[in-house]
C-alpha cells in the first residue's frame, strides 16, 4: 500500500484502510471511514483546502466525489436546507433521484441528527427552484431530484443566485 501525503491522499488512505478492516457491513465501513475523514479534516489544513477548491471548481465544472462525507466536509453546509441540497446533489452525481428514506439515510451517513420533519426541507427548497419532484418509486413514494439552480447553488458554495 502507497500512502499519499496531501489532504486527498489522506482521505483515499482513509478509504483503502477503512475497506482493508474484516467484518464489517458496507454501512459499517461507510461510518468507520467517516470518523476517519472527520478527524483527517478538524487539522488545520482544511479551511485552506476549502478555499482552494472553491477557487478551482468552475460553474459548468462537475464535482466527482467517490464518498457523501468527502462532499460534506468539502462544501461544508451551514444549513438543514443546504444539507438537504447537498444529499440531493450528491445523488445527481450518481445519476439517480431520491426519496425521504434515502434523505434519512443520509444523515446517518453524514452522522447528523435527522430533521425532525424532512419533507418541509425539501418543499422549502421546492418553492425556491432548486429541488424538483422527478417521479414516484414502486411504493408510490415521491422521488426527488435537484434542478440546474440548484446545481449552481450548490458549486457556488451554498450563495444565493440572482437572475435565474
Sequence with gaps: ?????????????AKIVANSIEGLSEKEREI??????????????????KVTFLQNTSSNEEIIHKDIQELYHELNPKTGLDNVLLIAYYNYTKERSFAVKDLLESYKILLLPAPSNPSDLINKNRSKGLIMLSGKDEKKNNLFSITRKGLSYVKKGFKEIKNE
Excluded: P, T, W, Y
Design 1 to 13: 500500500m502507497e500512502f499519499k501525503e496531501d489532504l486527498k491522499g489522506e482521505i483515499e488512505n
Design 32 to 49: 468507520v471511514f467517516g470518523k476517519m475523514v472527520d478527524k483527517i479534516l478538524n487539522s488545520n489544513r482544511i479551511q485552506e483546502e
